[in-house]
């Protein structure tokens, strides 16, 4: 699976962006997808998945209640609607294939894309 992650930008905190991670391949739809992210001098971490199969949602606790993944097998994309932004959501916001291991998520493939920034200014 390709994906290339776009919609990223400056915003002001309080503001909203959406993310989008166009995929190719037919088997987008068998495929959880998730979304990570990685600020500067931090290891990457993960933010939201969402199961290709039956829609089933996961977030990290720190974006609970202000982000939204959703996903259109049809279009083969994945979303990440990210309102009520903070400046600590500054970071690269990276798309992939997941799979959960424990309680960790981590990029089925291994490889990441070139990932689209977001800032948030307070």
């Known amino acids: 699976v390709q994906l290339q992650a776009s919609g990223g930008g400056l915003v002001q905190a309080g503001g909203s962006l959406r993310l989008s991670c166009a995929a190719s391949?037919?088997?987008?739809?068998?495929?959880?997808m998730g979304w990570f992210r990685q600020a500067t001098g931090k290891e990457r971490e993960f933010v939201a998945a969402?199961?290709?199969?039956?829609?089933?949602?996961y977030y990290a606790d720190s974006v609970k209640g202000r982000f939204t993944i959703s996903r259109d097998n049809a279009k083969n994309t994945v979303y990440l609607q990210m309102n009520s932004l903070k400046p600590e959501d500054t970071a690269v916001y990276y798309c992939?294939?997941?799979?959960?291991?424990?309680?960790?998520?981590?990029?089925?493939?291994?490889?990441w894309g070139q990932g689209t920034l977001v800032t948030v200014s307070s």
């Open positions: 391949g037919r088997t987008f739809s068998s495929y959880f």
């Open positions: 969402i199961r290709g199969s039956d829609g089933s949602i």
């Open positions: 992939a294939a997941v799979a959960m291991r424990g309680t960790t998520w981590y990029n089925l493939f291994g490889s």
